[in-house]
């Protein structure tokens, strides 16, 4: 099993900054592609981006492209989504996600945090 727990949403005003992490553990979890996913209510699931443990590779949706990044520290076994430059529409439950490819629809990824939600004020 591998076990995933986000933290550092909460609220910001438009054009504010956050950084959320991503903690990972359980078994040879650094064997999986790591995924950022949003959901607002009434809206569906939509891809942020991945990274991998190792290599220099990330991706992201070009609705946050040149705003968010996406980083990792192995030896906290922690991934981060860097957040610039925010906007009302950003407001959504954040869950990381770890998965067997890297990809940009949910069923790449086999295992969810519980996510942790921002919020960004008008």
């Known amino acids: 099993q591998v076990q995933l727990v986000e933290s550092g949403g909460g609220l910001v005003q438009a054009g504010g900054s956050l950084r959320l992490s991503c903690a990972a553990s359980?078994?040879?979890?650094?064997?999986?592609?790591m995924g950022w996913f949003r959901q607002a209510p009434g809206k569906e699931p939509e891809f942020v981006g991945t990274?991998?443990?190792?290599?220099?590779?990330?991706a992201y949706a070009d609705s946050v492209k040149g705003r968010f990044t996406i980083s990792r520290d192995n030896a906290k076994n922690t991934i981060y989504l860097q957040m610039n430059y925010l906007k009302p529409e950003d407001t959504a439950l954040y869950s990381c996600?770890?998965?067997?490819?890297?990809?940009?629809?949910?069923?790449?990824?086999?295992?969810w945090g519980q996510g942790t939600q921002v919020t960004v004020s008008s």
């Open positions: 996600a770890a998965g067997v490819t890297p990809g940009t629809e949910q069923w790449h990824y086999g295992y």
């Open positions: 359980g078994r040879n979890f650094s064997d999986y592609v």
């Open positions: 990274i991998r443990w190792s290599g220099g590779t990330t």
